[in-house]
């Protein structure tokens, strides 16, 4: 079984703070994949990352960056200099044991307030 | 953009009827799904596909058929709606498998069953 835990359900920051949005995953699997999509309030599912469980470099792609610590089974994605446009409901997922299934979050409402 | 087509985008319909929600791809992915999300649960699987007439359940499967006669169609049919699933209908595809690829999603179907 495999599972995904955001106990950030809200969050509120004022513009230009950096935020981290945590998640928590459970999977007995050795091999598993980690995923983080953003939805806007427009509503579309936008991919932003995936991480397979063989590579603990954290990542960088501009004022984003993922912090992946398997040691702790978390997944956790912070905003750096957060904007207006940052404002999505993020989805942490996972896939594991094989199968072409996903499990995703409840996910984490980010509201950035000008 | 992945070519994802979702119809229709909005249905409302009553307690009873069949309905059929239909997606669409012109990437020639194999794997195709259909999740729902609603609050407080994120997006759930509903039902998968990973090739012409091969599917499987996902977690939330009950009340719901889905079919694939051709590799760019996968259709999601309520045999008879309920007002329990009410809520948003996203598709998604993928190539290669979740190992290789991140699932890219359509823009959803929103569907009230009154």
């Known amino acids: 079984a495999q599972k995904v835990t955001q106990a950030q359900t809200e969050i509120s920051v004022v513009e230009k703070e950096d935020v981290t949005l945590d998640c928590v995953y459970e999977?007995?699997?050795?091999?598993?994949?980690l995923f983080w999509y953003k939805q806007p309030p427009s509503g579309e599912l936008v991919f932003l990352i995936r991480r397979n469980s063989f590579d603990e470099q954290n990542e960088i792609s501009g004022r984003y960056s993922w912090n992946f610590q398997k040691s702790t089974s978390s997944f956790n994605f912070t905003i750096t200099a957060s904007q207006v446009v940052d404002s999505a409901v993020y989805f942490c997922?996972?896939?594991?044991?094989?199968?072409?299934?996903?499990?995703f979050g409840i996910g984490t409402k980010l509201q950035v307030i000008p | 953009d992945a070519g994802i087509t979702q119809s229709p985008r909005h249905k409302v319909t009553e307690t009873g009827t069949p309905v059929t929600l239909r997606c669409h791809q012109t990437?020639?992915?194999?794997?195709m799904y259909w999740y729902r999300q609603d609050p407080g649960h994120g997006l759930r699987l509903i039902h998968y596909s990973y090739g012409v007439k091969d599917t499987d359940k996902g977690e939330v499967s009950d009340g719901y058929s889905v079919s694939r006669s051709k590799t760019e169609d996968f259709l999601l049919t309520l045999e008879s709606a309920t007002s329990s699933q009410t809520s948003v209908y996203f598709c998604a595809i993928s190539d290669y498998g979740l190992g290789n690829q991140p699932q890219h999603f359509g823009d959803g179907t929103r569907l009230s069953i009154l």
């Open positions: 997922a996972l896939n594991s044991g094989g199968y072409q299934k996903v499990t």
């Open positions: 999977t007995r699997d050795t091999t598993y994949y």
């Open positions: 990437e020639n992915h194999r794997y």
